[in-house]
């Protein structure tokens, strides 16, 4: 089995810290996110690695690799421009034959990733997602009404429950078909395609905290949190 990274995005909303570095590449303490996922996903059995690459790619290739000084075989997708998460993925059609695992480049997991194919597999699903059991407190208090207007209830800042995308997949090959060449394409779109062909969607759900590295606050959060860990070790 393969895992394709999808690690070409620009990260506009992390400059300046990417104006000289892609995304991946941005450190936590003394590692580079990208060597964070590769290090996971050998961890949960997966040693065959696709770097889907675009922006600054040459600082992912010389840093990376073939993948052999981290116990790994890396190959790579490359493109000439951003084409957003499943443009990207369609990139590394050629190298994928069989199930495989898609994750995107910017995000630290901790879910057991062996567990997710195992249960992808048992399922037959065309598409497995991983989901994260994210709660928060709504800033406003919320209130019941009638469709007359009368007020029945008032709940004050109440704890919402919901489950969002983490940005790890386990995939059948035929997803490709649904993904057009060279052209920007969400991943979102994909997931929409695959229910309107009413094909099976199943999900892993996890509580175990995520990172998703999406801007310059959580990076800086992120990157003193390794810091720190480093440092007591």
């Known amino acids: 089995m393969k895992a394709v990274i999808l690690a070409g995005g620009l990260g506009t909303r992390l400059q300046p810290y990417t104006k000289s570095k892609p995304k991946p590449m941005l450190p936590l303490g003394e590692k580079p996110i990208l060597e964070y996922l590769i290090e996971w996903i050998k961890k949960n059995g997966v040693k065959e690695i696709v770097l889907c690459v675009s922006y600054l790619r040459k600082k992912i290739e010389d840093y990376f690799g073939d993948g052999k000084k981290f116990g790994v075989k890396i190959e790579y997708a490359i493109s000439n421009k951003p084409l957003a998460t499943a443009g990207q993925l369609k990139t590394a059609e050629k190298f994928i034959d069989d199930t495989f695992v898609c994750l995107y480049g910017d995000s630290i997991y901790n879910f057991n990733l062996k567990n997710m194919i195992i249960e992808h597999k048992k399922s037959k699903s065309n598409i497995t997602m991983s989901l994260y059991d994210y709660r928060f407190n709504l800033k406003y208090g919320v209130i019941d009404t009638k469709n007359n207007g009368r007020v029945v209830s008032w709940n004050e800042k109440p704890e919402i429950s919901t489950k969002i995308n983490m940005g790890c997949y386990v995939m059948e090959p035929d ?17 929409r395609k695959v229910l309107v062909k009413k094909k099976k969607i199943n999900s892993i759900v996890s509580k175990k905290r995520f990172i998703d590295i999406g801007d310059k606050e959580t990076y800086e959060k992120t990157n003193q949190e390794y810091k720190t860990k480093k440092g007591k070790n």
């Open 175 to 191: 997803v490709f078909q649904l993904i057009p060449k060279n052209k920007p394409y969400g991943m979102d779109t994909v997931i």
